[in-house]
């Protein structure tokens, strides 16, 4: 039987640092079925939650510093992450003391499917567990939203962080979660039976910190700024005013309206089962993507056709782009 990954974490934990850990906690990855790149223009998206996940054990150590290990194969850097987490818990005047942590994940990095936010939610759990306090998935979601952006360097939306804080790792649902970014309101939205979500891993993996996330993040705050408007209120543009925008600014601005339609429509679809409408709308959602935001590349457009040809009714790149997943759907008897 596979040991799972907090199991692991916690056997990593006692190998390295020769004790046993006092708590351990997970966290799971998600997938956006739609709505990429818009959170941080106050969109509307629509993650779900993954079987995989991020394990942390943890223990208060006598050294003075927080100590950090991990034999899973997560980001190089991801000791930012968590050693931000922790300085931000601690900044709210949580307190937290000195410890020792050991991760082990099954969320792939790199991939578009929140590997760094399923690892700073699950710092945080880990930490509020030892100290044995607690805070509202709200709070922990926008605690780790900061710790990416000051520690991290990652101009990350909402979305990842709340997905993630807000699901229960122990009872995983077919469900979906409808986000207002702008307000921070949710509504959950049941996948009805019948379709089948489908990760498919482009094996091309991305770093956000490295700037094609950011220089998107700030053409689509140049376009809201050209226009007037701030950008949480995007998606209020006209195709008038778009078009009156350089090449560049256009195509972004129209992505970011064109997709929060998308969103609304896909929910919309699911809601009454219309399974060719929600795939149609993937299918336009990676060409928007691809044409209008250039985050895809020629090995996940490859992944996508193949899919398509496969018989999916829809398929597309799922979360920051420059590689990581395809998301896809089927429908199943």
């Known amino acids: 039987m596979t040991a799972s990954v907090a199991d692991r974490a916690e056997h990593a934990f006692s190998a390295h640092f020769g004790c046993a850990a006092q708590t351990v906690a997970c966290a799971n990855g998600r997938v956006n079925l739609i709505g990429d790149h818009v959170d941080y ?145 949710d509504e959950r939205v049941t996948l009805p039976s019948g379709l089948r979500i489908e990760v498919i891993d482009s094996g091309v993996r991305h770093a956000l910190r490295d700037g094609g996330y950011a220089a998107r993040r700030q053409d689509v705050s140049d376009a809201a700024a050209a226009m007037g408007l701030e950008v949480e209120h995007l998606a209020e543009a006209s195709d008038a005013a778009i078009a009156r925008l350089s090449t560049r600014l256009a195509r972004r601005a129209r992505h970011v309206v064109t997709e929060i339609r998308r969103v609304h429509a896909a929910v919309a679809a699911l809601r009454c089962r219309d399974f060719e409408a929600f795939g149609r709308l993937l299918r336009e959602s990676h060409a928007s993507l691809r044409d209008d935001f250039d985050v895809s590349t020629p090995e996940v457009d490859v992944v996508v056709e193949r899919a398509l040809t496969r018989g999916a009714l829809g398929a597309r790149m799922t979360g920051g782009g420059f590689g990581g997943c395809v998301v896809a759907a089927w429908t199943v008897a």
């Open 41 to 185: 223009a106050g969109g509307v998206v629509l993650p779900m939650a993954i079987a995989q996940q991020t394990a942390v054990a943890i223990a208060r150590n006598a050294r003075g510093e927080d100590q950090f290990h991990s034999s899973a194969p997560v980001d190089i850097a991801w000791s930012r992450y968590a050693r931000g987490v922790l300085t931000e818990l601690r900044a709210l005047g949580i307190a937290v003391p000195p410890v020792s942590i050991a991760v082990e994940s099954d969320v792939p990095v790199g991939a578009g499917l929140s590997s760094s936010a399923a690892l700073e939610v699950s710092v945080a759990r880990a930490a509020l567990l030892l100290i044995g306090t607690t805070l509202p998935p709200r709070d922990i979601a926008f605690l780790c939203q900061r710790a990416e952006h000051l520690h991290a360097g990652v101009p990350c939306g909402i979305m990842d962080q709340w997905c993630v804080a807000h699901t229960d790792p122990n009872a995983l649902a077919h469900e979906a979660i409808l986000l207002d970014c702008a307000r921070t309101t």
